[in-house]
């Protein structure tokens, strides 16, 4: 409470000047940052603690277009809000407004704590609160500008990065900076390079999770390598964060008859954000795909700690990171997906004994220990075949499943297909489709000259 008044002093005049601006330019609607007050570091501090703004709106379209669950025509017919009815069945121009202007809010707001720092000349004794707050500052608009490009930028494909449209970054807070896209390669480079940065500025270990750490960036980087296909440096960053602290939760000690198994900031979670709410992902509406339920053997924990059964016969997820009774989804980052990057990066790698001793150990903090059994292969295809079985049946609604989705796509071998059936209409999205690029919102390009993705 202490930083309350200071917050409401900082973000009530950006959130009236917010509205004010938006008619004339919606991805710029923000104030000029002489309009707000912060000036010290403490200030800054603040500004980065406000968690509403900061860690409770990372975009979900991409979720609620993918495999994990599905509705039944009543209930998509009902849902309140039409563009959760478009992403559910793909549609070619849906508008996803709120995604984009939260996350590029996070973006402004960084962008305001990186150029006040500049004119702050800190004392010998604040040199490393000013560090942690620049890093701070560059972790958060990474975070931001890459779950801004799992949306609306195609994945990384080193064949074509440098000419594919990326998204537009903005890296002053300047409003009257013109926005144009960037390509992919650029796009993927400045986060990257915001990172690294990062990593050398914060602290190993926080206080406090909603705050970002060296750990956090490691496995930040580690999800963005292996999203580019990137195994070395996936697993390098994955093994790091392993090395400096991340630490698996043991499921054998949670309680299934729990109303909430999983509770916020539990010991597997490195960096807390949640996701904007999804009517669809709502366990009242969304039913888990039976097919993904039917893939938890025997005296694996996960089959009761993610899912409640319902009266109808089907299952809804229970298994939610940022505590069962939220209504927003973890979207964070955490342990066991640095695990799993680790163990398929060196799979990937050939490195069989590798891939396998770390999938082994994540393995054993999921299952019952009558029912747990080493996994063991002679074989590299059979060792990510395992290992991508298990990250599907763990990282199920994490807000990454799009990202895992396009990248798993560009492979035969791995490639899906998803379908959705509403009545008597099937609605179908192929591997590598156009449609696995959101469509930049119609309240951007009308008032901004980028160009829209193609269709």
Known sequence: ??????????????????LLNACRKFLDAKPDKKMVIPATLHDLQAMLDDVGAMNLSCPIAGEVAADNYYLTYDAWANLS????????????????????????????????????????????????????????????RAFAFFMIAQEFAPAY????????????????????????RSSVEQTYSTIIKDLETASQLLPLQVEYKTRPSRVATFALLSRIHLSMSDYIKAANYADSCIGDGAQLLDYNRLSSTAAEPFVRFNPEVIFHVSANYSYCLDPARGNIDSILVQSYAAGDLRSQLFFRKNPNGASSFRGNYNGSSSSQLFAGLAADEVYLNLAESRARQGN?????????AFRQKRYTPESFFPVSTTSASEALAKVLEERRKQLVFRAIRWTDL??????????????????????????NDLRYVLQIPNSVTSLIDIPKNPR
């Open 81 to 140: 809000v039409v563009t959760d009815k478009e992403n559910y069945v793909w549609a070619s121009d849906v508008s996803n407004d709120k995604d984009w202007s939260t996350a590029f809010k996070v973006v402004f707001k960084a962008n305001v704590v990186l150029e006040t720092l500049r004119d702050i000349d800190p004392d010998p004794g604040q040199i490393a609160v000013w560090k942690r707050i620049k890093g701070s500052a560059l972790f958060y």
């Open 406 to 431: 396009r990248r798993l796509n560009k492979t035969p071998g791995t490639a899906i297909t998803i379908k959705r059936r509403l009545n008597d209409q099937t609605y179908i999205l192929p591997p």
């Open 1 to 18: 409470m202490k930083y309350y008044k200071l917050i409401v002093a900082v973000c009530l005049p950006l959130t009236v000047m917010l």
């Open 157 to 180: 494909d080193p064949a074509t990065a440098s000419t594919d449209a990326g998204i537009p970054l903005r890296l002053t807070a300047d409003i009257n900076e013109i926005s144009v």
């Open 352 to 360: 069989i004994t590798a891939a396998l001793q770390t999938l082994n």
